[in-house]
T-cell receptor, first 109, second 112 residues
Framework: GEDVEQSLFLSVREGDSSVINCTYT??????LYWYKQEPGAGLQLLTY?????DMKQDQRLTVLLNKKDKHLSLRIADTQTGDSAIYFC?????????FGAGTTVTVRA | SQTIHQWPATLVQPVGSPLSLECTVE??????LYWYRQAAGRGLQLLFY??????ISSEVPQNLSASRPQDRQFILSSKKLLLSDSGFYLC???????????FGSGTRLTVV
């Protein structure tokens, strides 16, 4: 996890947008990923972005990639209570995923 | 369809006791298999990975070992557990592409 860094906590009001940020170090990573972990569960792949893309949108999720700054972000529009979870970003190196420490998102009414 | 199974879901073991966690994958052949550990409040640490039967690579030297006796079976073991082995253990698989892993539901291990 040392190569991928994320802020640890984010609190957001229901209906607002959430933005989770991540920085990574491996510029050769072909894909970057966002995973979601609900309490007591395994990780679920939310979305991924190919390294030659700047943006990817999938329903309420928008991924932005700044390769120059090695910065990745995940925006969740119209955040709902079901979005409360830990979100991990990950880079891939030689088919092995390296994860950040995870951002715990808490959605308040 | 492809599925991954991990068991048990929770486990409480005394210090010094042995450990065996099992992971099996269905619906695919020759997957890459991974064991990760998630300590409380921390990220995921890759412990072992395997690209084929009998092939195990260790990422972090420790009290644990892994084995892959069959193509779709991955086992995490310890001869004597330490308190520091407590954590959430996750098994995952992929087929070597760049499309991310599929994770099992995890095993919560508490060493007392």
């Amino acid at each position: 996890g040392e190569d991928v860094e994320q802020s640890l906590f984010l609190s957001v009001r229901e209906g607002d947008s959430s933005v989770i940020n991540c920085t990574y170090t491996d510029s050769s990573s072909t894909y970057l990923y966002w995973y979601k972990q609900e309490p007591g569960a395994g990780l679920q792949l939310l979305t991924y972005i190919f390294s030659n893309m700047d943006m990817k949108q999938d329903q309420r999720l928008t991924v932005l990639l700044n390769k120059k700054d090695k910065h990745l972000s995940l925006r969740i529009a119209d955040t709902q209570t079901g979005d409360s979870a830990i979100y991990f970003c990950a880079e891939i190196d030689d088919y092995k995923l390296s994860f950040g420490a995870g951002t715990t998102v808490t959605v308040r009414a | 369809s492809q599925t991954i199974h991990q068991w048990p879901a929770t486990l409480v073991q005394p210090v010094g006791s042995p450990l065996s966690l099992e992971c099996t994958v269905e619906g695919t052949s020759n997957p890459n298999l991974y064991w990760y550990r998630q300590a409380a409040g921390r990220g995921l640490q890759l412990l072992f990975y395997s690209v084929g039967i009998g092939q195990i690579s260790s990422e972090v030297p420790q009290n644990l070992s892994a084995s892959r006796p069959q193509d779709r079976q991955f086992i995490l073991s310890s001869k004597k557990l330490l308190l520091s082995d407590s954590g959430f253990y996750l098994c995952a698989w992929d087929t070597g592409g760049d499309y991310g892993y599929t994770f099992g539901s995890g095993t919560r291990l508490t060493v007392v």
